[in-house]
């Protein structure tokens, strides 16, 4: 999964990151960007037919991305402005990770192109997860299982960031919401033989999910001295195409709650998916977590818990707790660390995607990481 920990309100200014120029100026482009590193090592069932088994118990692991931004405030008050995102390795081909223009305004934020949808940017996660690891829609893991995220968008759609329009609201009183309609939920930059370059209609697979709309709402309240933190998203397909196993169309929804008294943050989040692996085959994960900070230093630990039907199988359970913590070396430079362990348990014996036994019933995993991450 491989977005930003905390999918709230904090997401909703992304692509804004560039200083603006003077109308007369145009758009001028900066940059900015991220990477963020791994190393850990994990203890897991390894013996012969089981799920550690030719799997390394050690490892290195790297994201990067570049961000060209650029905008201009013209007379009449409104920001235009444009954001591309390159990615930092070939990820099969996929290069360009997110492409679209935005206009800015009292009225809101309007975007156009290849993006997050609303649900993806709006979802609620627990406190508790540093820039690399955490109990919950972690970026990366070390165990073979995980709950999975949050994100009721991200764990639906057949592209990550498929072409789309999407309205993020002012902020009024500590409210705001978001909308995002997706025409198809595979298509990207139109690679397929749909000629993007000479049509903005794309062709429509089996399995695609067209007219899909996704909402996020947020509340937020300062204190003196504590916060509040609530909201959710949901995401809802619309017409499936020549599904294999059902017609059904799926649908995500996500809830949570963050309070923070001084340096500490409490809170509670969840999401269900429906039809997630086929008709009546439903998932939901659910997590509370914590974080404290003190000057540069920040500690967290949080639980997650998810529980899947799949076919051939009643119910799929696994659970990971762990604590985090991370240290701000400077401005945008942090490292991290977390410590895991993750249970997992089925009726019957699961598989992968090729129909292989992955032998995830009574499987369980503990391990130890460290991680950097810095942006610019």
């Known amino acids: 999964m491989k977005k930003v920990l905390l999918g709230t309100s904090a997401l909703l200014g992304v692509g804004l990151l560039a200083g603006t120029a003077q109308?007369?100026?145009g758009v001028k482009l900066s940059l900015g960007g991220y990477i963020t590193n791994q190393f850990g090592v994990a203890f897991d069932d390894d013996s012969e037919g089981e799920a550690g088994d030719d799997?390394?118990?050690?490892g290195v692991g790297t994201d990067a991305e570049i961000y060209f931004t650029g905008s201009v405030t013209l007379d009449n008050g409104i920001t235009v402005g444009a954001r591309f995102d390159l990615e930092g390795g070939d990820e099969d081909g996929d290069q360009i990770d997110q492409?679209?223009?935005?206009?800015?305004?009292?009225?809101?934020d309007f975007r156009i192109g290849s993006q997050a949808g609303v649900a993806g940017n709006m979802y609620m996660l627990p406190p508790g997860s540093t820039a690399n690891f955490g109990p919950y829609s972690p970026n990366t893991t070390g165990s073979l299982v995980s709950?999975?995220?949050?994100?009721?968008?991200?764990m639906l759609t057949g592209q990550d960031k498929s072409q789309k329009l999407a309205y993020y609201s002012p902020t009024w009183a500590g409210f705001s919401f978001g909308l995002s309609f997706t025409p198809n939920d595979d298509e990207k930059d139109y690679n397929g033989g749909d000629n993007a370059d000479g049509s903005w209609r794309a062709a429509s697979g089996a399995g695609d999910a067209d007219n899909n709309v996704a909402v996020g709402v947020h509340y937020d309240l300062e204190g003196d001295g504590w916060g509040l933190s609530l909201g959710g998203a949901a995401y809802f397909e619309g017409d499936v195409q020549e599904k294999a196993e059902a017609d059904?169309?799926?649908?995500?929804?996500?809830?949570?709650?963050?309070?923070?008294?001084?340096?500490?943050?409490?809170?509670?989040?969840?999401?269900?998916l429906d039809d997630l692996n086929g008709s009546g085959e439903d998932g939901f994960s659910i997590g509370t977590g914590l974080s404290y900070n003190v000057d540069a230093w920040t500690?967290?630990?949080g639980w997650a818990h998810s529980e899947g039907e799949v076919a051939d199988l009643e119910d799929r359970v696994i659970d990971r707790v762990g604590v985090t913590g991370s240290y701000a070396m400077g401005p945008g430079i942090d490292l991290d660390a977390g410590i895991f362990y993750t249970w997992a348990d089925a009726d019957e014996n699961d598989v992968d995607s090729d129909g292989d036994e992955t032998f995830i019933d009574g499987y369980d995993s503990l391990e130890?990481?460290?991680?950097?991450?810095?942006?610019?």
């Open 299 to 301: 500690v967290g630990a």
């Open 55 to 58: 799997v390394n118990a050690v």
């Open 99 to 108: 492409a679209y223009a935005y206009f800015k305004g009292g009225f809101g």
């Open 248 to 272: 059904d169309e799926q649908n995500g929804y996500n809830a949570g709650i963050n309070v923070s008294f001084g340096g500490l943050t409490l809170g509670v989040a969840g999401t269900y």
């Open 368 to 376: 130890f990481s460290v991680g950097s991450s810095i942006k610019f």
């Open 23 to 25: 109308a007369s100026d």
């Open 147 to 154: 709950p999975g995220s949050f994100d009721p968008e991200g």
